[in-house]
């Protein structure tokens, strides 16, 4: 079982609608949550993170956390172009980041 | 720029050789990690450093990668006998304390021949 889960993808969806990303985790001990975006040919950046289970809003993003589920998600509301990307879900667990594969959006316009 | 430096962006190498990146993180910032990139997948963790300490190493490396950060500055990843296998994107990243908000390079692109 890998360590942290997101689906690959890709995810379509129209401009100016809601993206929605999941990504499910399996060490309990997980301090801290990251969502980084990474355009294609390019490094992760990181856009997101979460530390407490709720919702954190910044922007047009939204993340979202429950640590009895071991479940995080982030939100894109009024999806643009320049949102098509690739997703990764970071958790970190003493000190490192462990990543999962990456969800790739498309908006459409 | 005050950004994470990586050299060189790109690496061509016959099989069997050695190879040697380097990373030149946020000048303010202590840790440094060195991650490995492969198509369709996300950053696998390689390393990490606590100014010049080696604090861990994954168990999935093979004791043909070394990496050194020897003033607690810039890193060194080295890549002894290349394989065709590593190909792949190596990048690093740096943080400030025992924070995980990363801030990564551009990465190093390496093909092995």
């Known amino acids: 079982q890998k360590e942290v889960e997101q689906n690959s993808g890709p995810l379509s969806v129209p401009e100016g609608a809601i993206a929605s990303l999941n990504c499910t985790y399996s060490?309990?001990?997980?301090?801290?949550f990251f969502w980084y975006r990474q355009y294609s040919g390019k490094s992760p950046e990181l856009i997101m993170f979460?530390?407490?289970?709720g919702d954190k809003e910044d922007g047009r993003f939204t993340a979202q956390l429950n640590k009895a589920s071991q479940y995080v998600s982030l939100l894109i509301r009024d999806s643009q172009p320049s949102d098509s990307a690739t997703y990764l879900c970071a958790v970190s667990t003493w000190g490192k980041l462990q990543f999962g594969a990456g969800t790739q959006v498309v908006v459409t316009p | 720029d005050t950004g994470v430096s990586q050299d060189p962006r790109h690496k061509i190498t016959k099989r069997g050789q050695n190879v040697t990146f380097r990373c030149d993180p946020i000048?303010?910032?202590?840790?440094l990690y060195w991650y490995r990139q492969t198509l369709g997948q996300g950053p696998e963790f390689l390393t990490y450093f606590q100014n010049e300490a080696q604090l861990e190493k994954s168990r999935l490396l093979s004791d043909r990668f070394s990496a050194e950060r020897p003033k607690g500055s810039f890193s060194t990843l080295e890549i002894q006998r290349t394989e065709q296998g590593d190909s792949a994107m190596y990048l690093c990243?740096?943080?400030w304390g025992g924070g995980e908000k990363l801030f990564f390079g551009s990465g190093t692109q390496l093909s092995v021949l």
């Open positions: 000048s303010e910032h202590n840790r």
């Open positions: 979460i530390y407490s289970n």
């Open positions: 990243a740096s943080s």
């Open positions: 060490d309990r001990g997980s301090q801290s």
